[in-house]
């Protein structure tokens, strides 16, 4: 059995072989287990020097190079498709990307089963991108929506959530790609506690962990509240945990009056990042567009107590009394202050220790590995 993988993975070119960020390649290497040796149809890059992540050749049977997304979506790679699916018995479409809108419609003419992992909201994903975005979002999800119902197989990173947007009568799934293998220690709680009982509420640490300059994560939210903090008497301290340009950012706290207030980190590695949210005492996700946030899981298992958005399957991680909406600073504001008592801030950070739990790596596994042998029985059966 092959597989075609079609994504929007980047994967790098080095002295003729392909090397995946590490999160691509344990994505790549399950299907792989699973189902067999890949084609892997998305975007290839040159690189000039050893690219970091993982050799993901010996995993793969063939790269196909889409030349960008703007061929893809014109059906210059069509032949390619087509030709690629030939030699395949499943087509595994990660949504929402345009190799995947193409690649499933290529599979649903010839009769070639897809499973559709549905990531997160094509709706958001492009609304938010950018203006042209705006202009697309309506093709974008209803050709999400379309290819899911389609597919005989999806697999979903959120409980309900992209289940209710695009739904598939098939056999279905719902597994975060998000493992907490060994992140934090059976101290958590109890360093959580600590800190909760010897924080000052006037001065708490807020965090965000995403790339800077990725504008959908709705780190503009957090830095216009920081003056309405201040005039309530909190001095809070933004921490934006993630690499990326930050001059735009950088330009906003100083506009605010906030420059001093926030903290730019750059780039940091796992290890780095647990510190960080050791360190702080709220966390918040602000996003405009999300699937099933790691960042807010990972801060959940730090026992970080957490505020959000009412945006993809966020509200399945946050509890609702700390839910806001998109752009809000005058909700922020008061969310902050609210979860800033201490009893809010112990109660808080119990569940989402609990709740955290249900990312175990072993858990994960098992549901994924029951799922994927349905779909080799189907498949074996030719039920579809």
Known sequence: MSVLIATD??????????????????????????????????????????????????????????????????????????????????????????????????????????????????????????????????YYYFSMKRRVAKAPFALYVTDSFLQSRYPCPGITAAISNVALDGFCDGSALENRLRRINACDPKQPVLITVAAADNRSKGFDTVIRTLPLLKKDGINAKYVVAGPGDTSYLADLARRAGVSDRVEFTGELDPAQVKERLNGADLYIQPSRQEGLPRAVIEAMACGCPCIGTRIGGIPELVQKEYLIRPGSPAELCQKIKLLSRKENMASAAEENLARSRDFDQKILDNKRHVFFESIKACLGKDCL
């Not at 994505?27 to 290839?44: E, H, M, Q, S």
């Not at 040159?46 to 010996?58: H, K, L, N, V, W």
């Not at 949504?95 to 599979?107: H, L, M």
Request: with cysteine; net charge positive.
């Open 9 to 138: 993975f980047r994967i790098m070119l080095f002295e003729g072989r392909y090397y995946l960020k590490n999160k691509h390649y344990h994505i790549t290497k399950r299907y792989c287990d699973a189902f067999g040796p890949a084609i892997l149809f998305t975007r290839v890059l040159e690189a000039r020097e050893q690219p970091q992540g993982s050799d993901a050749t010996p995993l793969l049977k063939k790269v196909v190079r889409a030349k960008s997304l703007a061929a893809v979506l014109a059906g210059k790679h069509t032949a390619d498709i087509r030709s690629c699916l030939e030699d395949c018995s499943l087509a595994i479409c990660r949504f929402p990307s345009i190799p995947a809108f193409r690649t499933a419609a290529e599979a649903c003419r010839r009769g070639i089963p897809v499973l559709a992992e549905c990531m997160g909201d094509a709706w958001d994903a492009s609304w938010n991108h950018s203006a042209a975005g705006k202009l697309a979002a309506l």
